[in-house]
Each structure stands twice: as structure tokens, then as C-alpha cells.
């Protein structure tokens, strides 16, 4: 059987350059010559099967990681951030793109880098939107933050959160080492906050509106405001935000982290997934959280020699509208995208509350998808608005085997194809398009009408 091969030298030049190797160096370690080395940095020549083993084998290298390390995701990225109307005129095809990636690759990222910055909606005016800094922050470190997920596990060890009372566990070590008792309020006393910390009386401060599981988890976070402090404040300076709100939103993530590492301690949690087929149901069941935070905690499991898979997450509203994305080591352009496929089930979750819905997806770059989707409510009570949302997950579909959602699901088989939104979706004839793609002549004829109301010009 031939060997499987890729053209990623972008990424074994990075390789390279993090363990501080010259290329002769490097290539001593991989039993191959330097010129070979030097064709392979140059995507002149391939990485073969058997290079990649060394490398994994030599470096602790994630193979996975190669479509995660493309220069500014890849193609189909690059491509997405081109249909801006800004370079309409310019009518850059996927070979142009394809070859920019290849012949000068740190080009194409600092391109992407910009744009992101700038060019994509995340400048209002002159100052970047706190969010978005945020996530690029977070996505910078691949969602999985080792030393707190330590620190969260030694934790977890030390107040023994294997007992059945989980809450009272956390709740105790709060109020005999810090001096902090949890009071459990009415919502009219609270009518709209969900926890406050009153230091003056050295009270956490909860509403009756929190179920079982978000109780856990605010006191578990406030936890971890104290406990892991001193790492959440290294992260938050290495991050060097320039405006304070985005510092103080990577903080409140940070924390958030660790109090999900706390509940779902790395090691446990990862057994857990690995022999229950990552079945939410039941990981929701064993750790007492809720379907958000396992899913969440799917996207962080990136532990150098105990990887778990690469999940994505995304969560929307009813408009469509993302309020949290997170591609973890997935590279997942489901996650990155700012617009949704309406083909895309993610929506349909709202019409089957609780229920979780699964579907096999291919994008137009041909890479399948296993995703699932379920709708989470937060806070609401006689009277009031409950906050609704879908959550999407999902998996490359070539590593969804041992998922216990993929039983009976054909895999290799049909897949639904959706694209990242109409304005950057190319694919033609679609009956549910309601734009055409950014930079795209319209064709309009007097004569048809075709199955999609919208037709473009072509590549």
C-alpha cells in the first residue's frame, strides 16, 4: 500500500524551530539527509508516513496538529478572508491561493493575522473588540491551559472530589480555609444576578434560579479565583492585553477553566470519555455538570501523551448569533466561521429541546464533520425571560469511529453538504441560499430560472 503523504513543511520548520534545531541537527535526529530536510521545510517534497512516526516518536509530535498549524487555517481560510468585497477586483483563484500558501507561507499567516485583526469586523472604532482578542488568545493555546489543568487535578486529589457530595465538598474547603460562606438567596432579593461576593460579610452569595450543576460549578469558580490565582495571573499578564475589559474576560475564562478541570479532573474525566464512547449522557450523569460544560471540556483535552479527540464547540441563539466558539486542536472552520449553514442542524435543536440531534456534514473543502447539537437554557422564573441556546459539537468524521453517537451512522457514507454561511459559501445551485458569495458577480437571465434564485460566476 503506498504511503500516505502531505505537504506541510510550515509545520516541521515550526517544529524545528521550537526544540531550537538547525536543520543538519534535526535531520541527524530523523535518520534523513539535510538537503531532504530542506525540500520538506520548502513543500518541495513530501512528509511521508514513515516521517511522520519519527517525528511523533522523536518530538512528541501530534500529527493531528498539521491541519490545525496551516498558515492562517489553510486554504479554505485563506480563501474565506479573500471573498471579502475589499478584494473582489482582484479575482485571486484557489491556485493563486494554493501557491501563496506554498512558496511563502508566513506571508499568508500575517495576512490572516491582520485581517483578523482589522479587516474582519474587529476593530470598532480603532480599538479591538475585547472578545475577539480573547478568543484569538484562547485559541493561541489550543483551548487546553496544561498548568491549570494540573494545578486542578492536584486540587481535586487533595479534597478527595471523589465523594458523592461534590457541592459540599468545594463548599466547605471555602468556608473553613478562606473564611467564606455560601448563602443560597431568593431571586427577589437577586432578581438579576445569578452570584455575587459580598466581602464585607465574607458571604458567596447564589440565586435559587442556579440548578444543581451551576450551583457546582460558581462555587468551584470561585474557588479557583482564589486557589489558582497566582497561575491565572501569569496567563493574564503573558497575554499582554492592552484594554482592561479583555484582560478581565480571559480571566473570568481562566477561571471558568480551572473550575471545569476541578469538577472534571483531566485523567478521570478523560477514562471516562475514552471508555463510555465520549457519551455526553452519561459524562453529564458520572460528573454532575451539565451538557455545555461537558461539551466545553471536550475542546480542552489536548495533554501532551494523553490526548483526548479534537472537538469543536459552538453556541448560538435563535438569531444565529455566536456567543461562544471554540475550536480547541480541530482546526474546526464550524467553529471559526462567522456565518452558519442553514443546512447545518444545528438550528433544527431548537425545535427538539433537550433532544440531541446528530448529523454528518461536508464542507466544501471536502472535510467530513460527525456533529450533534442540543439546545441549554440558563436562569428564568415565573414571570421571566429564560436565556434559550443550541450548542453545537462535533469531530472530524475520520476520528468519530469509537463515538457512541456514531453507531449505525455510515461514516464514509452520504454526508449533508453545507457551507460557513452564504456570503462565503461557493457552492452553486442551492436551494437555500439568501445571498450570493462576497465578491461574485450575480448572473441574471431573462430566460431561467434556476434551482437556487441567486446565481454567480464561477471560480
Not at 479591538?128 to 489543568?149: K, Q, Y
Request: glycine content about 8%; overall charge neutral.
Amino acid at each position: 500500500m503506498a504511503e500516505q503523504k502531505i505537504l506541510a513543511g510550515h509545520a516541521v520548520r515550526r517544529l524545528r524551530r521550537q526544540v531550537g534545531l538547525t536543520q543538519a541537527a534535526m535531520a541527524e535526529v530523523l535518520a534523513i539527509s539535510p538537503s531532504y530536510l530542506n525540500l520538506v521545510e520548502r513543500n518541495q517534497r513530501p512528509v511521508s508516513a514513515t516521517l511522520l512516526v519519527r517525528l511523533a516518536e522523536r518530538f512528541d509530535f501530534d500529527p493531528r496538529s498539521l491541519a490545525a498549524g496551516e498558515p492562517g487555517g489553510g486554504a479554505a481560510a485563506i480563501r474565506r478572508r479573500l471573498a471579502d468585497p475589499l478584494f473582489a477586483d482582484l479575482e485571486i483563484d484557489r491556485n493563486e491561493v494554493e501557491e501563496w500558501l506554498t512558496a511563502a507561507p508566513g506571508g499568508a499567516e500575517a495576512f490572516a493575522r491582520l485581517f483578523d485583526r482589522a479587516g474582519a469586523g474587529a476593530v470598532v472604532d480603532d480599538i479591538a473588540d475585547p472578545v475577539v482578542l480573547v478568543r484569538r488568545e484562547i485559541e493561541r493555546w489550543r483551548g487546553h491551559f496544561a498548568d491549570l489543568d494540573l494545578a486542578a487535578e492536584a486540587l481535586a486529589d487533595e479534597i478527595r472530589l471523589g465523594a458523592n457530595d461534590l457541592y459540599g465538598a468545594i463548599a466547605e474547603r471555602l468556608r473553613v480555609k478562606h473564611s467564606l460562606a455560601i448563602r443560597v438567596l431568593p431571586v427577589d432579593v437577586m432578581p438579576d444576578m445569578l452570584q455575587r461576593l459580598d466581602l464585607h460579610a465574607r458571604q458567596l452569595q447564589l440565586s435559587e434560579t442556579l440548578d444543581p450543576a451551576s450551583r457546582t460549578f460558581a462555587v468551584a469558580m470561585q474557588l479557583a479565583q482564589i486557589e489558582a490565582r497566582s497561575e491565572i495571573e501569569a496567563l493574564a499578564r503573558g497575554a499582554a492585553f492592552a484594554e482592561r475589559a479583555a484582560e478581565r474576560l480571559f480571566r473570568r475564562h481562566l477561571a471558568s477553566y480551572f473550575a471545569a478541570a476541578l469538577i472534571m479532573p483531566y485523567a478521570r474525566f478523560l477514562r471516562a470519555c475514552e471508555s463510555t464512547g465520549y457519551d455526553i449522557e452519561l459524562l453529564q450523569r458520572r460528573f454532575g455538570v451539565g451538557f455545555e460544560q461537558v461539551a466545553h471540556r471536550l475542546t480542552t483535552l489536548q495533554r501532551v501523551g494523553a490526548r483526548g479527540l479534537p472537538f469543536f464547540m459552538v453556541r448560538i441563539d435563535r438569531a444565529g448569533q455566536a456567543s461562544k466558539r471554540f475550536s480547541g486542536a480541530s482546526a474546526a472552520p464550524l467553529a471559526e466561521a462567522d456565518g452558519r449553514c442553514p443546512l447545518w442542524r444545528l438550528h433544527e435543536a431548537f425545535d427538539r429541546p433537550g433532544k440531541l440531534v446528530v448529523q454528518l456534514v461536508e464542507l466544501e473543502d471536502t472535510s467530513r464533520w460527525l456533529t450533534m447539537a442540543r439546545t441549554v437554557t440558563r436562569g428564568g422564573h415565573y414571570g421571566g425571560v429564560p436565556a434559550e441556546f443550541a450548542v453545537g459539537l462535533g469531530v472530524a468524521a475520520d476520528q468519530a469511529r469509537t463515538l457512541a453517537v456514531a453507531r449505525g451512522v455510515d461514516l464514509a457514507g452520504g454526508a449533508t453538504p453545507i457551507g460557513l454561511g452564504c456570503r462565503a459559501c461557493f457552492r452553486g445551485e442551492c436551494p437555500q441560499r439568501s445571498l450570493a458569495p462576497a465578491g461574485r458577480a450575480l448572473m441574471v437571465s431573462d430566460r431561467e430560472r434556476r434551482l437556487s434564485a441567486l446565481t454567480f460566476a464561477g471560480d
